[in-house]
């Protein structure tokens, strides 16, 4: 199965970072405009709308028109497993109904001193079977354009706090 992996320091303390990747507004601030990205509806575990914090469990539909070509790409991300401690935090997402036979993201967080190390890696899987596959190889091409634009915006974010 393809991977996709970055990472990137940001000089931020782990708490200020985790607080701000806890919660959607942190997804919808990563974004790039480009993919016009619309939160249709984020449920938590207990059912409730519009929870508080990102847990094991929330569920949250969204729906992407990138560059506005084509139909609007419709999912639902679960936050699947969740853990911080005082020097590492981590969750993991996957996307059920979505674009891709498999997608499962793991974002973790590492402090550094004052600075904490962010880390995406994303585990897919191209729909069409051997085609998919075959395709796959080059899937973290399209990915790394949303990536370094998310991280340089974690950057700007965070640093300027």
């Given at each position: 199965?393809?991977?996709?992996?970055?990472?990137?320091?940001?000089?931020?303390?782990?708490?200020?970072?985790?607080?701000?990747?806890?919660?959607?507004?942190?997804?919808?601030?990563?974004?790039?405009?480009?993919?016009?990205?619309?939160?249709?509806?984020?449920?938590?575990?207990?059912?409730?709308?519009?929870?508080?914090?990102?847990?094991?469990?929330?569920?949250?539909?969204?729906?992407?028109?990138?560059?506005?070509?084509?139909?609007?790409?419709?999912?639902?991300?679960?936050?699947?497993?969740?853990?911080?401690?005082?020097?590492?935090?981590?969750?993991?997402?996957d996307m059920v109904g979505g674009p891709f036979s498999r997608w499962v993201h793991t974002h973790r967080f590492v402090a550094d001193g004052d600075e904490t190390i962010v880390e995406d890696r994303v585990e897919y899987e191209l729909p069409?079977?051997?085609?998919?596959?075959?395709?796959?190889?080059?899937?973290?091409?399209?990915?790394?354009?949303?990536?370094?634009?998310?991280?340089?915006?974690?950057?700007?974010?965070?640093?300027?706090?």
């Amino acid at each position: 199965m393809p991977v996709y992996q970055r990472r990137t320091r940001i000089a931020a303390p782990l708490e200020r970072v985790w607080e701000f990747h806890s919660d959607v507004s942190g997804l919808e601030a990563l974004t790039p405009a480009w993919m016009r990205l619309d939160i249709e509806s984020v449920r938590g575990p207990d059912g409730d709308d519009d929870p508080d914090e990102l847990v094991a469990g929330t569920e949250i539909e969204m729906s992407m028109r990138p560059f506005g070509v084509g139909p609007r790409q419709r999912w639902t991300s679960r936050i699947l497993d969740r853990e911080a401690g005082e020097t590492t935090a981590w969750f993991r997402d996957d996307m059920v109904g979505g674009p891709f036979s498999r997608w499962v993201h793991t974002h973790r967080f590492v402090a550094d001193g004052d600075e904490t190390i962010v880390e995406d890696r994303v585990e897919y899987e191209l729909p069409f079977g051997p085609l998919g596959d075959l395709a796959g190889v080059f899937g973290g091409v399209g990915f790394e354009g949303m990536f370094r634009a998310r991280h340089a915006e974690t950057k700007r974010l965070l640093e300027e706090q």
